[in-house]
């Protein structure tokens, strides 16, 4: 079975920092390229950012770049998302995500930010 599971979010500052983990199981971490999305309320869900199974590839979303680093650990079978000056509009659920057919995505995490 395919599990995904998201570290616990949290309540930042504006301008502060936070790093999400992902930790997958139940199938070959290494063979698939892995996103991070996240839903706003009252929003549909985005993309931030991608990596490609190996983890030399990474791309991110306009809104995000610059401010946001994915990287992956196979060996361990783990995403992050270091997230840095994270604003008000930042606040989500975040989701890891498999790219899969259909996609696979874990339960999310809320992540807050606000002063």
């Known amino acids: 079975e395919v599990q995904l599971v998201e570290s616990v979010g949290g309540l930042v500052q504006p301008g502060g920092s936070l790093r999400l983990s992902c930790a997958a199981s139940?199938?070959?971490?290494?063979?698939?390229?892995m996103n991070w999305v996240r839903q706003a309320p009252g929003k549909g869900l985005e993309w931030v950012s991608s990596?490609?199974?190996?983890?030399?590839?990474?791309t991110y979303a306009d809104s995000v770049k610059g401010r946001f680093t994915i990287s992956r650990d196979n060996a361990k079978k783990t995403l992050y998302l270091q997230m840095n000056s994270l604003k008000p509009e930042d606040t989500a659920m975040y989701h890891c995500?498999?790219?899969?057919?259909?996609?696979?995505r874990g339960q999310g995490t809320q992540v807050t930010v606000s002063s």
């Open positions: 139940g199938f070959t971490f290494s063979g698939y390229r």
């Open positions: 995500e498999r790219l899969s057919q259909p996609p696979q």
């Open positions: 990596i490609s199974p190996g983890g030399s590839i990474t």
